[in-house]
């Protein structure tokens, strides 16, 4: 696949993904992947800087999710497992699906800077911590991802455009996955107030990486501030 040349975030090489083709984007990628997807001139520019936010967060959850694969294999029923393979099949296709739409932008100076500011970020998350807080910060960071999402997804791109139905995907996906990382936080012993405490903290944080590209994500409808106030008031 043509890939955008700031479409890989991370040096660590993922593992081969497996893309199922029953997955609801590999229907997405069929319908799409054939002729250009269009943007006008404001948004072409707002998403080739956003771009590399969005997929280094998929890039870094793949990752993390293969490897949490792996230490749980040594001591967890195989169908915990497999939960855990079936997020990280999701990650993979949000990959896929973005680097398709990201390979039809045009290159930026600026893209240099969003990426490495989002490399920091997410290499910074998951440092040294334990196994059940590394699923207490990404049931948090999907939470907000999903929050996200639908707000592209009803933003000014318009809500029958390729792009905007993909965030509508994306969005039921990450919905699942806070959900499966939640119980396996919860089964491995984390407590619910830890919880709400990371979750303000991972909100924070994230808030403060994104609003480094407010003006962008204003160009295509999302108002940060917006985000920012309707998850604290869900979760203080
Ligand atoms: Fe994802
Ligand atoms: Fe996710």
């Given at each position: 696949m043509k890939r955008h040349p700031m479409g890989r975030c991370f040096a660590a090489k993922l593992a081969a993904?497996?893309?199922?083709?029953?997955?609801?984007i590999a229907s997405w990628a069929k319908q799409y992947a054939g002729s250009p997807i269009e943007f006008s001139s404001q948004h072409t520019e707002a998403l080739s800087l956003l771009m590399p936010l969005l997929l280094c967060g998929e890039q870094s959850a793949q990752l993390v999710f293969q490897q949490q694969a792996l230490q749980l294999a040594q001591h967890q029923p195989a169908d915990s497992v497999l939960a855990l393979n079936e997020v990280e099949a999701d990650e993979a296709w949000h990959d896929e699906a973005l680097q398709l739409v990201f390979s039809q932008l045009p290159e930026l100076s600026g893209q240099h800077q969003v990426r490495r500011a989002a490399q920091r970020f997410y290499s910074g998350l998951?440092?040294?911590?334990s196994l059940q807080q590394q699923f207490v910060r990404i049931a948090s960071l999907d939470a907000c991802v999903t929050q996200l999402m639908q707000l592209i997804e009803r933003?000014?791109?318009?809500?029958?455009h390729p792009f905007s139905l993909l965030c509508g995907l994306i969005k039921k996906d990450e919905a699942k996955h806070v959900y499966v990382s939640k119980h396996f936080a919860q089964h491995l012993g984390a407590s619910v107030h830890e919880m709400a405490e990371e979750r303000l903290w991972v909100l924070g944080a994230l808030m403060t990486l994104l609003k480094q590209q407010a003006n962008q994500f204003e160009l295509i409808g999302v108002d940060l501030d917006k985000l920012e106030k309707k998850l604290e008031l869900k979760w203080q």
């Open positions: 993904p497996t893309l199922n083709q029953q997955h609801p998951g440092r040294s911590l933003g000014s791109i318009g809500s029958r």
